[in-house]
């Protein structure tokens, strides 16, 4: 300490030099670590684009504005196919801006006035309309409305078989025989099969819903159902009519103008009984087939009136005509008549809905626009 007093100068001039050289030291260890890392880096890279030079197509700025224009593409082709399955027109404004009845007085008021305008509509058409068809696929809610979680998904049914049943009706088929559709699912019931299908596992089979074994309901297989889980859902309807060709290729032609988002999913063909074939339109009879022996007559009389027989005078032959005549009546009067046939169609359709997409655990939904 006394030499330290004796030179302050010198000892102050130390103590600077050894802090500068701690400094120093410090400071190479510090650059020393960083060109190690520095070095450390710099060998992933190079593990890295070697990786990235084997790549096809290899990722230049080229290939990198070509993958923008195609993802571009494909973002404006999906923005059009999820134009596409909400439907156009006047009927897909209605589905959208109809109001949802609240109460269940409210929505068996609803489906009254829809048979109602459904009759109306038949009997214009000239359409007979079946006891079983006769609450077109309703029957279930004859006496009361449905339930109040199965309102909503109720009065969507309902919007979507009435626009069915107008373009049906249009076409002018002989007979309706029966409207089925698929059984209804409560929110809750969605949405428990919405997290089934996110979670990868087999969604639960919701509670039948009241009237589940009415003729209303029937049941559509995966092979033929558009579902896809988590991505598309879709409700299954049926309609069973009878009526010639064209009334099928009319209806179809109708359902392809894609006015709500309904696929044609099946169409069987079957050939009309007797009994399914009996009713006719606006009180018409159906044209009945003439006896072979009617047949054979009137063949007999228009012989006899085109060519009288070799030799004889047209006053010889009149008595055999006369008496031709005679013998068939009915058939001297009319040609032989051939009836059109009827079909007997079932045909299954689906209304696609897209399923909103669910975000990632722990991060918002995106905003609703």
């Known amino acids: 300490m006394s030499w330290f007093r004796k030179y302050p100068l010198f000892a102050l001039a130390i103590s600077v030099c050894t802090v500068i050289a701690l400094g120093e030291v410090a400071f190479v260890y510090e650059r020393f670590a960083a060109s190690r890392e520095a070095a450390r880096r710099l060998a992933q890279r190079k593990v890295e684009h070697e990786g990235m030079a084997q790549l096809l197509p290899p990722p230049t700025r080229e290939v990198a504005a070509t993958i923008e224009a195609d993802l571009a593409k494909a973002q404006r082709s999906l923005a059009a196919m999820q134009g596409e399955l909400t439907g156009r027109g006047p009927a897909a404004e209605r589905l959208r801006s109809a109001k949802v009845p609240t109460a269940r007085t409210d929505a068996f008021f609803d489906l009254a006035a829809f048979v109602e305008r459904m009759r109306a509509l038949a009997e214009t058409s000239g359409v007979e309309v079946r006891p079983e068809a006769a609450r077109f696929g309703f029957s279930a809610y004859a006496n009361e409305g449905p339930e109040t979680d199965r309102i909503e998904p109720v009065f969507r049914q309902r919007q979507v078989t009435e626009y069915l049943l107008e373009a049906l009706l249009a076409a002018r088929p002989r007979a309706l025989f029966s409207v089925k559709r698929e059984r209804t699912l409560t929110k809750a019931e969605r949405e428990a099969r919405a997290a089934a299908a996110a979670e990868g596992a087999p969604p639960e089979e919701p509670a039948p819903d009241p009237g589940s074994d009415s003729p209303d309901y029937f049941g559509v297989g995966p092979g033929v159902s558009a579902r896809v889980r988590g991505y598309v859902d879709s409700t299954a309807f049926r309609l069973v009519f009878t009526g010639q060709t064209a009334a ?80 068939a009546p009915r058939a001297a009067l009319a040609l032989p008549i051939v009836s059109k046939s009827l079909s007997k169609y079932t045909v299954t359709v689906e209304f696609i809905e897209l399923v909103a997409a669910q975000p990632p655990a722990g991060e918002a939904p995106p905003p609703t626009s």
């Open 248 to 327: 099928l290729r009319s209806f179809l032609n109708k359902l392809a103008s894609f006015e709500l988002p309904v696929l044609v999913r099946e169409v069987e063909v079957d050939a009309a009984t007797a009994e399914e074939a009996v009713a006719t339109p606006n009180g018409e009879e159906a044209p009945t087939r003439m006896e072979p022996t009617d047949a054979a007559a009137a063949s007999v009389v228009l012989s006899t009136e085109s060519s009288p027989a070799k030799g004889a005078s047209p006053a010889k032959a009149a008595p055999g005509k006369a008496a031709a005549a005679a013998r």
